[in-house]
């Protein structure tokens, strides 16, 4: 059977579930990748099952800008929160608070993020959703509030690194009674998984999620876009578009 008259382009591959059928209707095709892939689901997962933020409280988001972090950002405005964005230079800084509506947003690059951070969550940091670990968390550490969350997501800081990071303020989860808890979306019963991409689907629909992309043409792009994702040359989810796709 010819790969067309399967049906192949309504069909992804996702973390730990194998070929999944899609909602066809549902496009561009590529939101199944993103918002309504193993983004989303991570991003609503780790939030919502892990986080469990309350209307009022403050959530603190690493690589803000990214995939995740921009779907993380915009749930938990939706369910209320303050949201606190942390990311690399000022324009995609600016580009979270004014695309995504994160309330602010901080440039880690830039000197004194602890002291930033306290004076963009006053109230102190009642979930941090983790997708950097090193020198970004151990800023954020010192602003956690008793009883605060940390979703453990990724640590992207550390995939290339040479050294190990040797942390400065590790003692805080002690004093602060903090629960990080790290997860893998391929992990996660296929049920929640279900439950997050209709409650993604449901807001997308409304007009309430963005879901953003950084979309290059062509598989020679795919090293370069992989470095990309590393060096934080991608706003949203990176997508390769290939020439025979239905919607090429
Ligand atoms: N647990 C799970 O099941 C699961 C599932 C999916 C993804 N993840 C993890 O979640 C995180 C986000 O994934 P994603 O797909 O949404 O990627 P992404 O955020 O779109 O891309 C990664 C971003 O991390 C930032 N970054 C890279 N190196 C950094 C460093 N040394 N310090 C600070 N920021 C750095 C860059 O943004 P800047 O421009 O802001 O520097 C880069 O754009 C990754 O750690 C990934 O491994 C985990």
Same mark, same amino acid.
């Given at each position: 059977?010819?790969?067309?008259?399967?049906?192949?382009?309504?069909?992804?591959?996702?973390?730990?579930?194998?070929?999944?059928?899609?909602?066809?209707?549902?496009?561009?095709?590529?939101?199944?990748?993103?918002?309504?892939?193993?983004?989303?689901?991570?991003?609503?997962?780790?939030?919502?099952?892990?986080?469990?933020?309350?209307?009022?409280?403050?959530?603190?988001?690493?690589?803000?800008?990214?995939?995740?972090?921009?779907?993380?950002?915009?749930?938990?405005?939706?369910?209320?929160?303050?949201?606190?964005?942390?990311?690399?230079?000022?324009?995609?800084?600016?580009?979270?608070?004014?695309?995504?509506?994160?309330?602010?947003?901080?440039?880690?690059?830039?000197?004194?993020?602890?002291?930033?951070?306290?004076?963009?969550?006053?109230?102190?940091?009642?979930?941090?959703?983790?997708?950097?670990? #090193?020198?970004?968390?151990?800023? +954020?550490? =010192?602003? /956690?509030?008793?009883? @605060? *969350?940390?979703? !453990?997501? $990724?640590?992207?800081?550390?995939?290339?690194?040479?050294?190990?990071?040797?942390?400065?303020?590790?003692?805080?989860?002690?004093?602060?009674?903090?629960?990080?808890? #790290?997860?893998?979306?391929?992990? +996660?019963? =296929?049920? /929640?998984?279900?439950? @997050? *991409?209709?409650? !993604?689907? $449901?807001?997308?629909?409304?007009?309430?999620?963005?879901?953003?992309?950084?979309?290059?043409?062509?598989?020679?792009?795919?090293?370069?876009?992989?470095?990309?994702?590393?060096?934080?040359?991608?706003?949203?989810?990176?997508?390769?578009?290939?020439?025979?796709?239905?919607?090429?």
């Amino acid at each position: 059977m010819a790969l067309g008259d399967f049906g192949w382009q309504d069909y992804a591959l996702s973390h730990g579930q194998g070929l999944r059928r899609l909602d066809a209707a549902v496009r561009p095709l590529s939101l199944h990748l993103g918002l309504l892939g193993s983004s989303g689901e991570t991003a609503w997962y780790g939030l919502t099952q892990l986080g469990r933020p309350e209307a009022g409280e403050t959530v603190v988001v690493s690589a803000a800008g990214g995939a995740v972090g921009s779907a993380v950002g915009q749930i938990a405005r939706l369910l209320g929160c303050r949201v606190v964005g942390i990311a690399g230079g000022a324009e995609k800084c600016a580009a979270v608070v004014e695309r995504f509506g994160f309330h602010a947003c901080l440039d880690y690059r830039a000197p004194n993020l602890t002291e930033r951070l306290r004076a963009a969550a006053p109230a102190g940091v009642d979930v941090c959703f983790e997708n950097v670990g #090193g020198a970004v968390l151990d800023a +954020v550490l =010192p602003v /956690l509030n008793p009883g @605060a *969350r940390v979703p !453990l997501c $990724g640590l992207v800081a550390h995939y290339n690194a040479t050294q190990p990071y040797a942390f400065a303020n590790v003692m805080k989860l002690l004093d602060q009674c903090v629960t990080l808890t #790290g997860f893998r979306i391929g992990h +996660v019963a =296929p049920a /929640l998984r279900e439950q @997050a *991409r209709a409650a !993604l689907l $449901g807001w997308w629909r409304q007009g309430a999620l963005l879901a953003p992309e950084t979309v290059t043409d062509g598989l020679e792009t795919a090293p370069a876009a992989l470095v990309g994702i590393l060096d934080g040359g991608n706003i949203g989810k990176r997508v390769i578009r290939l020439p025979w796709g239905d919607e090429a």
